[in-house]
Structures are given as C-alpha cells and as structure tokens.
C-alpha cells in the first residue's frame, strides 16, 4: 500500500454544521487534490446512508467515512476533529445517532486494501491515549507522529 497520508489532508477543530458539511468539505478536499471523480461527495453520502460508520470508544466517537474502492481514486486517507461533535449514525445500529468527535475519510484503489487498513484502525483504536491526542492534535507534524504511533502507515 502506498504511502496514505502523503497529502496532507487533515483539518484540526473545524467548524462544521452536520455531517454533510463535514463529508463535503472533506469530499472538496480530495478532488482538489485530484484523488477521486467528480462524485465522490454523492458516493460517500450514498454509503454512509446505507452503512454508518460510526463508533464508540472508551474515549470519544469516530467515524470512518468511505466510498467502495475504486481504481479511479488514489489511496489517501484524511482527517478532520470538529470543534464542536457531530452527528453520525452509529455502525451496526437501527438508526441510533451518536455525537462524533472525529473522522478519518479513505479512498482506496484496491479492495484488497480495504481489510488491512481497517484492521489498523481498529487496533489502534483501543489505545485510550492515542485517541485523546487525536482529538487534540492541531497540527500536521503531530498528527503524523500520532499516525505513526497507532501504526496507522
């Protein structure tokens, strides 16, 4: 896999007025990069209304925002920590909305990517410490030394 994070793509403490907002500045952040198509914003609304990706954790709620991979889409993987948490819905569930303090949105160009990268995050996800400095983190420097840490590379 190559390397997921060389974008750049993280936003610290937005400001944001539901997860739509989030998802299309996320989605708008991709395709300025020239990651994904044209509709990837309507892809990952589309996906995350069908299955939410929402979860709770010792320490906050996250979601894992994505689209089914694509050979269209370069495999990057961004960030985005709310000023204020957003709702989401939570995965699993029958609708139950949960108040979201993160996301991490991926695009992936191989299918085979996807079990491994997920993998990853639910690893790291267990480490209590490694999720307060996420929600706190607000700069790219640190965040990757976070994403390091977790083994999230």
Known sequence: MEDLYDRKIAIFHASVNDRNDALKQMAERFADEGLVKEDFYEELLKREDAFPTGICLDTCCIALPHCDASPDYVSQVAFM????????????????????????????????????????????????????????????DEYHKLIEKGRLC
């Open 81 to 140: 920590s709310f000023e204020r948490p957003v709702r989401f819905i939570e995965m699993g569930s029958d609708g139950h909305e949960i108040d979201v303090s993160m996301i991490f949105v991926f695009t992936l160009n191989k299918t085979t990517d996807q079990l491994d990268l997920m993998m990853r995050f639910m690893e790291a996800f267990k480490d209590k410490e490694l999720m307060e400095a996420f929600m706190n983190v607000d700069d790219y």
